[in-house]
């Protein structure tokens, strides 16, 4: 197969972790007879310093003829956040990206590997029942995307933000949570907050509707704040967890520290045409920038997922995912999922042992 990839590495790590997820797939690409064309374009801070903007046109352009996002991290240090190249950055790159391209669903998932399970933060008998779950999170609805607006009332500053979703909204990241459970182990638990909020009732509403065309799956609605608390005490009994955006930020940061790094978390956004745009679920972590030891691993598994939910090229992306699933086996480890008697490696040693490996 023949795939145009459009390379966004953006800031702080993600040129270096990029590097690293790019050859690995021109190994898939020799492996398996395909052909991957890598184009660069730039967004974020790295995006500003040329256009002055962090969206510009020319990367929506190059996005636009390609088959696929890969994309990297944006951001900047934390000091530096009021800088004009720093302000809003994430939101006007990530955000602008999510709502030109229609990326409505949104799919993080985390799981422990067995080799890992002394830096997952939870007691041994939590982790001992196994923890593998998928959250898939609306992207382009909600408070997110809601009327904002700041004003003086009656001599008082006050905001708001606007929580509105319609049922086609909601109807279409149901389908999607569904789907998601079927290819794995037919349980989803839907998200919301439906004993105070009306989004939430018709969420629920929806939910139950869409859930009539898969009787096979195994579902329940859960309240949100529940949910928080019963991903610490019991992650094992979630397997896709379904909901709106701004829960979806939320949980999936929560669920994100089991593995024990962000270094660890790919993630995947689609269309309802199937485009998709894939990057680590971490920052820029521009504290460790240009040092060779951040965790190439998260971006390296948003490339396997890419491979598999934008191409469907599935025997290909399980290559990359064992392929990670030995290196860490074989004992090598990045700073951050670093413990005593392991091989501590950088960025490009980790992408080297993940290559042998494919
Ligand atoms: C994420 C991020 C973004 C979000 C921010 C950076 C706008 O936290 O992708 O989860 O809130 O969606
Ligand atoms: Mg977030």
Redesign the pocket.
Known sequence: MEKKIAVLAGDGIGPEVMKEALRILDKIAIKFGHKFQFKSALIGGAAYDKYGEHFPQETKDICKNCDAILFGSV?GPVDKLTESKWANC??NA??GIRKEFNFHA?FRPARIYKSLSNICPLKKEIIEKGIDLLVVRE?IGGI?FGLHEMKEIEGKRTAKDVMEYNEDQIRIIAHDGFQAAQKRRKKLTSIDKANVLDCSKLWRQIVDEVAKEYPEIEYCHMLVDNCAMQLIKDPSQFDVILTE?TFG?IL??EAAVLPGSLGLMP?ASLNKDGFGLFEP?G?SAQDIAGKGIANPIAQILSAAMMLKYGFGMIQESEDIENAVQKTLEDGFRTGDIYEEGMKKVGTSEMGDEIEKRI
Do not use: A, H, K, V
Request: proline share 0%; hydrophobic share 20%; no cysteine.
């Open positions: 951001g994430e939101r990530l955000l949104n992207l997110y955006n930020d999936s940061d993630s679920s920052g």
